[in-house]
């Protein structure tokens, strides 16, 4: 992928922003239900379909480390939480393709964040990290994230909003931020295709 990405890369990332942002409705069968049954909370069940699609999608796993591009093998996933001044906070651990070992790390960490009193920010001495935010009180139609470096912003950052539930099913806006050297509306498409396929999979 990287070699014939390579002149994409090179000119979207001569851009103030070179960033792709589309935010789409995700249909699915009800993992909600199926995840409180079974002591699983249901952001945590979409969060390991978000980290395992975007590890499955070639072109979500390239970064840009010091210029250049590198690969990642394996996921940081950050999430937002609301704190105990309720704030915007983070949660940040190691990805886990286990779900059961990915769902404790998720309980673990968001309990310390939302006792957390201070931002809890991502170290990013790499960019082996993906972003995940919720917004449950908006069923939104557009999303634009904080960019801290316009000239290195290769992480991708995902937002989720308010579901809503109707004939067996679950939808919700899907919002995806990434770079476009990297990644273009097909390859969201395909991330999107395969965390359809995640989600009817989960325990």
């Known amino acids: 992928m990287l070699r014939i990405r390579q ?5 979207f990332s001569a851009y103030e922003d070179p960033t792709v942002n589309i935010t789409t409705e995700f249909s699915c069968p009800d993992f ?12 945590a069940a ?24 590198v690969e990642v093998t394996a996921l940081k ?3 937002t939480v609301l704190d ?7 949660s940040t651990i190691d990805h886990a393709r286990d779900f059961d070992v990915f769902v404790r790390r998720y309980v673990e960490d968001s309990a310390i964040a939302r006792e957390a009193t201070s931002i809890r920010g991502a170290e990013l001495d790499g960019r082996d990290y993906l972003f995940v935010t919720c917004t449950p009180w908006l069923h939104f139609t557009a999303f634009d994230h904080p960019i801290a470096r316009h000239g290195d912003v ?4 995902i937002a989720v909003g308010q579901f809503k539930f109707d004939n067996g099913g679950v939808r919700f806006p899907l919002a995806v931020q990434a770079h476009h050297g990297f990644v273009d509306g097909l390859h969201i498409h395909q991330f999107v295709e395969r965390m359809k396929e995640i989600i009817v999979t989960l325990p």
Not at 49 to 67: K, M, Q, V
């Open 7 to 11: 002149e994409h890369i090179a000119f």
């Open 32 to 43: 909600v239900t199926k995840a409180k049954s079974q002591g699983v909370p249901p952001f």
């Open 46 to 69: 979409l969060l390991f379909a978000i980290a395992e699609a975007s590890l499955d999608i070639e072109n979500f796993r390239w970064r840009i480390l010091g210029g250049e591009p």
């Open 77 to 79: 996933t950050g999430h």
């Open 84 to 90: 105990k001044n309720n704030n915007l906070n983070f």
């Open 154 to 157: 290769s992480i991708p950052n």
